[in-house]
T-cell receptor, first 116, second 114 residues
Framework: DAGVTQSPTHLIKTRGQQVTLRCSPK?????VSWYQQALGQGPQFIFQ???????QRGNFPDRFSGHQFPNYSSELNVNALLLGDSALYLC???????????????FGDGTRLSIL | GDSVTQMEGPVTLSEEAFLTINCTYT??????LFWYVQYPGEGLQLLLK?????DKGSNKGFEATYRKETTSFHLEKGSVQVSDSAVYFC?????????????FGTGTRLLVSP
């Protein structure tokens, strides 16, 4: 049973470019959350997708956008990259039962994004 | 808003020593509480959880008890191994009721020497 998979593993971009990161959730999961983890810090919540819609968002600018597909996989897009966007981007999946979810989230190994 | 405070690291121990990593939280109500572990170069793995007051979560020799009186969820292990070297994160669900977004502490790095 595959867990959460993310691609690519590493990525190097320059300031002003755009990037797309991808995530496939764990089998049976329908909810995908994205987190940004700066070096030496805890993960910060970016947003969460359920039923192909963004249902919660953290304190991130509109440069950060996402999408969820019918097969529950998800993409994170970041436009106009800044040096400060360099971080490990983590995808987490979970299962939402009705309108309430208290299930722990399962994380992928992340995409390490470096901005030059 | 909801928040988690962890003791700063690194915590440096010798193999077989006793481990405590402190975690306190601020939250509305009594949320579930989690400990996640991050090994070098990897994502986060759920280590243990507790869903209500006085619950004790346990896994792989690690334990944590949900104390609502002190709003704490300290992580303990009786005898650490070199393989336990990692960063440990305390977390709770924040955000809108019923929609789980995790709020993490800053993490505590554990270094265990042989």
């Amino acid at each position: 049973d595959a867990g959460v998979t993310q691609s690519p593993t590493h990525l190097i971009k320059t300031r002003g470019q755009q990037v797309t990161l991808r995530c496939s959730p764990k089998s049976g999961h329908d909810t995908v959350s994205w987190y940004q983890q700066a070096l030496g810090q805890g993960p910060q919540f970016i947003f969460q997708y359920y039923e192909e819609e963004e249902r919660q968002r953290g304190n991130f600018p509109d440069r950060f956008s996402g999408h969820q597909f019918p097969n529950y996989s998800s993409e994170l897009n970041v436009n106009a990259l800044l040096l400060g966007d360099s971080a490990l981007y983590l995808c987490a999946s979970s299962f939402t039962s009705g309108s309430y979810s208290n299930q722990p989230q399962h994380f992928g190994d992340g995409t390490r994004l470096s901005i030059l | 808003g909801d928040s988690v405070t962890q003791m700063e690291g690194p915590v440096t121990l010798s193999e077989e020593a006793f481990l405590t990593i402190n975690c306190t939280y601020t939250a509305t109500g009594y949320p579930s509480l989690f400990w996640y572990v991050q090994y070098p170069g990897e994502g986060l793995q759920l280590l243990l959880k507790a869903t209500k007051a006085d619950d004790k979560g346990s896994n792989k020799g690690f334990e944590a008890t949900y104390r609502k009186e002190t709003t704490s969820f300290h992580l303990e292990k009786g005898s650490v191994q070199v393989s336990d070297s990692a960063v440990y994160f305390c977390a709770l669900p924040g955000g809108k009721t019923g929609f789980q977004k995790l709020v993490f502490g800053t993490g505590t790095r554990l270094l265990v020497s042989p």
